[in-house]
């Protein structure tokens, strides 16, 4: 049943879900892969941003993406608080990031609760115009509710690449990853530029979390049914690597569609997870990892 | 700096000497013997009188009913409305008097549709609360790891929308609400396949596709049986991940195989998945539909709005004019204000009827066998037929409803995200079987789409 149409299709669908995917993995990226926080509680930020999201377009009809964008300040408020509790509770003290995992699991589920406290726990799903229409591009059909979190994705990973790359905070950030005694020789404070990378990290979570309301209806417990997946991509990719991250999103993405497209479903996180383990026998420091 | 927890040093030999305890805080407490004395008796004289005076106080003493109900998780939404219809029931018994002249207390803990929480759940409702009679949580996934604890206790359970639970173990306490009849699996696919099976030109190929979970593997095992037995020929067979987030490559693998009917056993991320998915690729078989739990929510109705329309489902209770039984209305009546409160699913179509009336056939049994032996009490049902909101209810050898009354229904004429369209009659049309029919099926599929 191998068809032309059938594979460029699952390609170009495993793409599509890889750009969302890296979307809700470049908080963990830059938490987990430059700052070495285990912060497992990212994809319930991510499912807070739906929220927030789901509030707007609820009660003004605002495109969620907007939404996000518009949250994102706030976040990473929120995430500047967050990496301060954590750094005077367990970083400061000389602390393994082992140890600030409870701490972020206990997080996680505070959150969650708190979610589902606040709005309970029907599913929650979002109106905007190009959701459920699709455009057809030869044999090719893509839908727009996975294309805008797909070209949103990329953009956001490309913004991140260049702030790291190009501006004094961003390189700063890289800075304070590779070596933060040196840092702390040039004149920046390490702790400083780390609280605004974690923040920065919570900001990209309040996308995301519109990229996801888009796709899928949410409840406040699906965050779970992500963290293997992001830490997953982020491991696969590299630590450190922003590109890697992405790349890993895609390939994976590629993979669970290949698979569920022409083997079966049952089987697409196993290949996943199972190139992932490939890939970290033959180069541990995963594709593009330091 | 923490002090260890408690230090006691007791000097042997030294009976009558104070007892220096030391506590966290860091203070001395010096206990005299004389009041340690007073205090032991006290204590064996407050337990006479409770143990006195409950014995005299057994008229007042309440009625406790345990049990696990998804108040978070995949399946909450529908959790906390039965929740709901429940606590109704037991307001409406207390008002009266209460069961045997006892008020009925709840007892009861958030199962997070887990299935590994169940069985410690029951297991400290039964130790440590030691309540009276337990009934089950939601759904075929939260009832399966109760039935050991339940069965080893020998005790009467109450089933609510259980597939099957009881097939393997056909242990007689056990009574199932959802009107799934003697072959409950097959019960979801039967008027689907049926009612292709009579179009014309008759339909040749089907497609099945379920998600990796209790309830939809049952219901695929159901929807094989009828399929086979109407001769049609499977040309795709396969099950996702729960946690799938995308699923336009499924479809498209099925669009592929060209089948006349799609068959879909799923819960409500995936139905909604599926569904949008399915109006992406451009999926447009003949009849399209099966046992997708979830589009009855009124969250999911409004929002999926048109997209719904064609769509062949099962129902249990739908509000079409053949479905009026005696008491339906005014059981909604009471709930949608309260489910509105609540902020749970306010229409109340799907679960909390069923809720209601699982809490009735208890409450009529309790009365009836004027106890609560749990022999007895499912001696009782099995002989009884009873009358709740949701009609007359006949059990079964294995606790299944003694004949089918699942509905196929089609989703029909749905404008627009208007909550209030579906209070009426014509949007959830009864299709199969002839008895309960309330309209007619469109077919194909795309003709309902315009």
Not at chain 1, 42 to 71: E, K, M
Not at chain 1, 77 to 104: D, H, I, T
Not at chain 2, 289 to 315: E, S
């Amino acid at each position: 049943m191998l068809s032309l149409d059938l594979f460029l299709n699952a390609i170009v669908a495993g793409l599509l879900i890889g750009g969302f995917y890296a979307a809700v993995s470049l908080g963990i990226s830059v938490t987990f892969g430059l700052l070495d926080v285990a912060n497992i509680a990212h994809p319930v930020f991510v499912i807070l941003g739906a929220y927030t999201a789901f509030t707007l377009n609820s009660a003004y009809g605002t495109d969620p993406l907007v939404a996000g964008l518009v949250f994102a300040p706030v976040f990473f408020l929120v995430g500047v608080a967050v990496y301060q509790f954590y750094y005077a509770s367990f970083e400061r003290k000389g602390e393994s990031p082992l140890r600030g995992l409870v701490f972020f699991f206990g997080l996680l589920f505070i959150v969650e609760v708190a979610l589902s406290l606040k709005f309970g726990v029907d599913y929650r799903l979002i109106e905007a115009p190009y959701i459920g229409e699709s455009v057809h591009i030869g044999p090719v059909g893509i839908a727009f509710r996975l294309l805008v979190p797909c070209v949103v994705g990329l953009l956001m990973t490309f913004a991140l690449y260049l702030f790291l790359g190009k501006t004094f905070y961003g390189r700063a950030i890289m800075g304070v990853a590779q070596d933060s005694l040196a840092l702390r020789l040039v004149g920046a404070d390490p702790i400083r530029i780390k609280t605004l990378a974690f923040g920065l990290g919570i900001a990209t979570a309040s996308v995301a979390g519109a990229l996801l309301i888009m796709i899928s209806p949410v409840e406040p417990s699906i965050g779970r049914a992500y963290i293997g997946r992001v830490f997953a991509i982020t491991v696969l990719g590299g630590l450190g690597s922003i590109g890697g991250t992405l790349t890993a999103a895609m390939i994976l993405g590629v993979a669970e569609s290949l698979t569920s497209t022409f083997s079966g479903p049952s089987w697409a996180q196993a290949v996943s997870f199972g190139l992932l383990l490939l890939v970290l026998a033959i180069r541990p420091a995963g594709l593009f990892g330091r | 700096m923490m002090r260890p927890l408690i230090r006691t040093r007791r000097r042997i030999g030294a009976a009558s000497a104070p007892v220096i305890a030391r506590s966290r805080t860091g203070g001395a407490a010096r206990v005299s013997t004389w009041t340690r004395t007073a205090l032991a008796g006290a204590l064996v004289a407050a337990v006479a009188l409770l143990v006195g005076g409950s014995a005299m106080a057994q008229g007042a003493k309440p009625i406790k009913i345990g049990f696990g109900m998804a108040l978070t998780g995949g399946l909450a939404g529908n959790g906390k409305a039965a929740l709901l219809a429940m606590q109704i029931w037991r307001d409406d018994v207390n008002k009266k008097g209460g069961l045997l002249g006892r008020p009925v207390e709840f007892v009861y803990y958030d199962d997070q549709t887990n299935p590994a929480t169940v069985p410690g759940i029951y297991t400290k409702l039964l130790d440590v609360d030691k309540v009276d009679l337990v009934v089950s949580g939601y759904g075929t996934n939260l009832i399966a790891p109760a039935m050991p604890l339940v069965m080893e206790r020998k005790l009467l359970f109450m089933g609510l929308f259980g597939l099957a639970n009881n097939e393997k173990y056909k242990y007689p306490r056990y009574f199932q609400i959802a009107p799934g009849g003697p072959d409950p699996a097959g019960a979801f696919s039967e008027g689907f396949f049926e009612l292709a099976a009579k179009q014309s030109p008759r339909p040749k190929t089907a497609a099945l596709v379920g998600a990796d979970a209790e309830f939809p593997q049952t219901a695929l095992v159901g929807a094989r049986h009828h399929a086979k037995r109407l001769g049609f020929q499977v040309v795709y067979d396969k099950t996702y991940p729960p946690t799938t987030v995308d699923y336009t490559p499924i479809v498209r693998a099925i669009k592929a195989t060209n089948p006349d009917v799609v068959f879909v056993a799923s819960y409500p991320p995936d139905s909604t998945g599926m569904v949008l998915a399915a109006s992406e690729v451009g999926l447009e078989p003949k009849m399209f539909g099966g046992g997708m739990v979830g589009l009855h929510f009124t969250a999911l109705l409004t929002k999926l709005g048109a997209k719904l329309n064609g769509i062949v489902d099962y129902g249990f209770w739908v509000p079409e004019p053949t479905m009026k039984f005696p008491g339906i209305e005014a059981f909604l009546q009471k709930y949608q204000p309260e489910a509105v409160k609540a902020g749970v699913d306010p229409l109340g179509f799907y679960l909390p009827p069923w809720a209601y009336a699982m809490m009735q056939v208890l409450g009529q049994a309790v009365e009836g066998t004027k106890g609560l032996d749990q022999q007895k009490l499912a001696e009782y049902i099995h002989a009884q037929e009873f009358d709740t909101v949701v009609g007359k209810v006949k059990f079964g050898a294995d606790g299944e409803w003694a004949k089918s009354r699942t509905v196929t229904m089609q989703f029909q004429n749905i404008k627009g995200s208007d909550a209030d369209q579906f209070r009426q009659a014509g949007k959830q049309v009864v299709v199969y079987p002839d008895e309960l029919k309330s309209g007619k099926l469109i077919y194909p599929y795309s003709a309902a789409r315009k």
